[in-house]
């Protein structure tokens, strides 16, 4: 989802996939009390923020993932792990403008 505890449903939409496609993964995230939507003043935007349990899992998750990729670049010297950083930060800025 997104690094923050709550972001729009509409912005994650706009980064990973169509509206329709989230609103349905969003559907099935809810059902299993991972997120809850949250209504706003404007009735056009939703707020999709992680319970307790989604936060633990993503957690869970993003330091399982973390470690993975430690393993995976652990053949890479020093300089070709900062070079990989550097770039993938520049791919990833590059998405977020996008």
Same mark, same amino acid.
């Given at each position: /989802?997104?690094?923050?505890?709550?972001? =729009? %449903?509409?912005?994650?939409? %706009?980064? #990973?996939?169509?509206?329709?496609?989230?609103? #349905?993964? #969003?559907?099935?995230?809810?059902?299993?009390? *991972? #997120?809850?939507?949250?209504?706003?003043?404007?009735?056009?935007?939703? +707020?999709?923020? *992680?319970?307790?349990?989604?936060?633990?899992?993503?957690?869970?998750?993003? =330091?399982?993932?973390?470690?993975? /990729?430690?393993?995976?670049?652990?053949?890479?010297?020093?300089?070709?792990? *900062?070079? *990989? +950083?550097?770039?993938?930060?520049?791919?990833? =800025?590059? %998405?977020?403008?996008?």
């Amino acid at each position: /989802m997104c690094p923050r505890t709550c972001c =729009r %449903q509409y912005d994650r939409s %706009q980064s #990973v996939a169509h509206a329709g496609s989230i609103s #349905v993964a #969003v559907d099935r995230l809810e059902k299993k009390a *991972l #997120v809850k939507r949250k209504n706003t003043v404007d009735r056009r935007v939703r +707020l999709v923020e *992680l319970t307790p349990k989604g936060r633990v899992l993503i957690t869970k998750t993003f =330091r399982e993932h973390a470690n993975a /990729m430690k393993e995976a670049a652990g053949i890479l010297s020093k300089e070709e792990r *900062l070079t *990989l +950083l550097r770039l993938l930060k520049k791919l990833g =800025r590059r %998405q977020e403008e996008s």
